[in-house]
């Protein structure tokens, strides 16, 4: 689950259609081929297209300029700074529940991720609505830390970076559980038990053989969190101010109020880019990371 | 790390000899485990000596595998004391007990290349970088897996891979290397070749052993001494031969040496022998002498392989052949004897002069060979 995100396709031989079997393969994948087309790689074009038409028509890149300048420019880094802090704690939080998970007996672990999973399948309008009930001024959290005589207590924890970050956290935390919590089963506990038989202390296990045995199952979910972040669009608009502005919002004001659809194309072709980007980051790192140790190898 | 080098002052020792030469490495007291209401390991002793081989052997549900997790620390025992050179291990981690351990399923680190698994145990106990590449260079020449050691483990058969495991544990030259099983995973053929190259290694450092399996010949093969245990008892720990010759219950006489078993009832004893009359056939069987009274009722075990055939009516009972089964070197023939429906007698005769189906037979054997266990009364 964890590697089909990050793995290369492999590399094909050629004459590959002089095969019978192949030809046949491709007749099983037409209708995919056409699903993709219709519904994915046209609606892409056509939005590129788009991004680059001006007004009379002619080509042009001046939206990318817009895009890229100004006010705009400010809303795509605070997307990314809002995204990578996002991806950051799901990490840590999805990181500590899944483990706490993967130790548990099947029954209760089933349980566990049920708990984490469930929240999911309720819109997210809805949850971010209770987070709303609960950061507010007057809301639980205050209200609790307040009668703990919390200094500085109430916190403005709403329409501020820290709501869009802890609204956009609890919206990733399953994916990430998920996803790590796949990867930390496959992990044979044995190996532990290994390592602990040839003298090595808990530390020294989790940092020498656990975590880089989970290590792709993080670079995955935090990518996957990431990305989903990026263009998210209710939470961050309920639970952020004027400075949490993101990408998705800008790209909704421009076509809704505007009805600027040659700047939204721009913008979203931007933000498939930062994609883009964000997966060759992983890919850089994760392959980074393997030539390191194959040199400290050899 | 530093905790590690009080646990063991032996890595930073140089060459292959072991520094623990002195003193019983291994000593195990009374050790007792119990799950619930079974007893898995019961009243467990034994001292092992430096450089010596000794097997766990027995059936699943033995108490073997118990005996030997508790021995590497990964199952605490409810009573009894460990000790490892001097030092009383009964309640400590794994981790702090300094012992090697082979597991069945190899459990090599699949994110680290096959050097880097050897070299893991030294680099925790902070082992000069050169001397780690030196030392895990030797072992892995040892083991005969030089040029393996830039090949992460799954590119490796599980042949190569049990001997990375080898590598791992005996690198850092611990003072008892636990094995469970280690060649349970293999095919026959392989598992045979290391066997062989197990015992050549451990006899060339001069390592002390704890070897666990269920496979008697795998046992006898490679021990010095061999602990037959079942239902969480040792019912002997002694060499093969004794084991073999001299076995001090059935089970082992069984076990290890698919003794045929014969009722009778002591008759005399003269100074050398014991005489003892079969139930079925009547016949008279001289066995090397035991401490028992006359009358007593015991089993006779006598393995296949010490029983010849002879003109009928000449040895201590006469039969028919009723299978003869040719296995190379060997046949293996049972005979049913007169006079009672016990089991067939097996007897495993050179091949030549093997008997053949329905001829008829007699039984013999020296007085050496024969052993006799009372039967408890009402037993």
Known sequence: ?298 | MAEFGVVTPSVKVAGGKLPTATGKPLSVVALRKTYGDVVAVDEASMEIAAGEFVTFLGASGSGKTTTLMMIAGFCEPDSGTITVGDRDVTRLAPQKRGLGFVFQQYLLFPHMTVSENVAFPLTLRGVPKDEIRRRVGETLEIAGLSGFGGRKPRELSGGQQQRVALCRALVYRPPVILMDEPLGALDKKLRDQLQIEIKAIQQELGLTVVYVTHDQEEALVLSDRIAVMRNGLIEQFDTPRELFERPRTPFVADFLGAANFLPGRVLQNTDEHTVVRLDQSGGLLTARRHELASGTSVKVAVQPGRLRACAPDDGFCTGTVETATYVGTLVRAGVRIDGGDAPLLRLEVPAGRGPVTGERVGVTVDPEDVNLFPVEQGG
């Not at chain 1, 994948?29 to 028509?57: E, Q, R």
């Not at chain 1, 997307?79 to 990578?84: K, L, N």
């Not at chain 1, 483990?99 to 029954?107: D, H, V, Y």
């Not at chain 1, 038989?197 to 045995?213: E, N, Q």
């Open chain 1, 1 to 298: 689950m964890a590697a089909t995100l990050t793995a290369n396709a492999p590399a094909r031989p050629r004459k590959l259609l002089a095969s019978r079997r192949t030809r046949v393969g491709i007749l099983y994948a037409l209708p995919v081929v056409v699903y993709l087309l219709v519904l994915f790689v046209y609606p892409i074009l056509s939005t590129l297209f788009l991004s680059l038409k001006n007004t009379d028509g002619s080509l042009t890149l001046h939206w990318y300029v817009d895009a890229l300048t100004g006010i705009n420019l400010s809303v795509l880094l605070t997307t990314v700074r809002i995204s990578a802090e996002t991806a950051l704690f799901s990490l840590v939080f999805g990181f500590v529940l899944a483990n706490a998970i993967s130790r548990l007996k099947p029954l209760w672990a089933g349980v566990a991720m049920l708990i984490v999973v469930v929240p999911h399948f309720i819109s997210a309008l809805v949850r971010t609505y209770g987070w709303i009930i609960l950061l507010g001024d007057k809301g639980l959290v205050n209200d609790t830390l307040a009668k703990l005589w919390v200094p500085g207590a109430p916190f403005q924890l709403l329409y501020n970076e820290i709501g869009v970050v802890i609204g956009t956290t609890s919206v990733m935390l399953p994916y990430t559980v998920l996803l790590l919590y796949s990867v930390m089963r496959g992990v044979d506990r044995r190996l532990l038990a290994a390592a602990a038989s040839m003298g090595a202390g808990r530390v020294t296990i989790f940092r020498r053989v656990y975590l880089p045995l989970v290590a792709p199952g993080l670079a995955s979910a935090g990518l996957l969190s990431f990305i989903l972040s990026l263009g998210y669009y209710i939470t961050p608009a309920l639970m952020g101010g004027p400075d949490q502005t993101m990408i998705a919002s800008l790209i909704n004001q421009q076509v809704m109020k505007q009805n600027q659809w040659n700047g939204a194309a721009a913008e979203g072709v931007v933000l498939l880019l930062l994609t883009f980007a964000g997966l060759l980051l992983v890919k850089v790192v994760t392959s980074f990371g393997a030539s390191r140790k194959k040199r400290s190898a050899s």
